[in-house]
């Protein structure tokens, strides 16, 4: 919590009607070392992906907002606390955190992907990952995975306090292969020519969605109108092609309105029809 403290912190100062009627900025956070999600910025403080997006968020909601960068680790623990009105850092919805928060269903489909040191044999199948040293960014599902897999597979687990130091270990042959999601080993991968991206574990697909505490409803509620509404108008997908490269075709989770609010089939979910008023 120390770390999260000393956090920089990033100011986005949006006008709107909201703020002229006394309501406070909304607070949320991210893992700063996460490119390209949020990275820090040659002009100083933090850019990418989820900047942009809650930026666009809290202008269309009328507020301002402020987001603190810090490790990824610190970041539900603040939430529950108090610290943040919501979290905006892609967080992985697995059961084990919705039974806890609540989400908004998801903007991008994350997947587990391996990012290997340039000439390494490629990664063909879980086997090929027996006995050998794996790195990520602690607090994520990445590690869960390993420290799961651990007995079964032999694994030794790296976690470090970014991501960018779990892709920095395996470059230096500290580590094997570095476990993270899929948009961020593309993007380390065209960065860096001595990390490549490798094998995607089947099955692993999931939300990544915005997190709230178990009290949040209504505010997961309008943030999620939200989204909605900057999927239909292409908003997401074009932030989308503008930080991963690609565009998203119609069975990407930035142009798939989910039925009710919250990812379906997961705990807090509800089901109420959706019903944005987009502008």
Not at 5 to 17: K, M, T
Not at 172 to 199: C, E, F, K, M
């Amino acid at each position: 919590m120390r770390r999260l403290l000393a956090a920089a912190l990033i100011s986005a100062a949006v006008a709107g009607p909201a703020m002229a009627q006394g309501q406070p900025p909304l607070r949320c956070a991210v893992d700063g070392t996460f490119a390209p999600h949020a990275f820090p910025s040659l002009q100083g403080g933090v850019q990418g992906f989820q900047i942009d997006l809650f930026r666009e968020v809290a202008r269309r909601m009328g507020r301002e907002i402020v987001i603190d960068s810090a490790a990824f680790s610190g970041l539900i623990p603040a939430l529950n606390a108090g610290r943040y009105d919501f979290l905006c850092a892609p967080t992985t919805v697995t059961r084990e955190r919705a039974e806890a928060l609540l989400f908004t269903e998801g903007y991008i489909w994350t997947e587990l992907q391996f990012g290997i040191r340039r000439g390494t044999p490629p990664i063909r199948s879980e086997e090929d990952l027996r006995g050998k040293t794996i790195s990520v960014n602690k607090g994520t599902p990445y590690e869960q995975w390993v420290t799961n897999n651990a007995q079964r597979l032999n694994l030794t687990l790296m976690a470090f306090d970014s991501q960018a130091d779990a892709a920095q270990a395996v470059i230096q042959g500290r580590a094997y292969a570095n476990l993270s999601g899929n948009t961020v080993v593309r993007y380390s991968a065209s960065r860096t020519p001595q990390y490549v991206a490798d094998y995607v574990l089947p099955g692993s697909r999931l939300h990544w969605g915005t997190p709230f505490r178990r009290d949040s409803g209504a505010m997961r509620n309008q943030v999620e109108d939200v989204l909605t509404c900057m999927k239909r108008d292409g908003t997401i997908a074009r932030l989308s092609e503008r930080w991963f490269g690609d565009r998203p075709g119609p069975d990407q989770a930035e142009n798939i309105e989910f039925p009710g609010y919250g990812p379906p089939d997961m705990p807090g979910y509800d089901p109420t029809p959706q019903n944005p008023r987009c502008s």
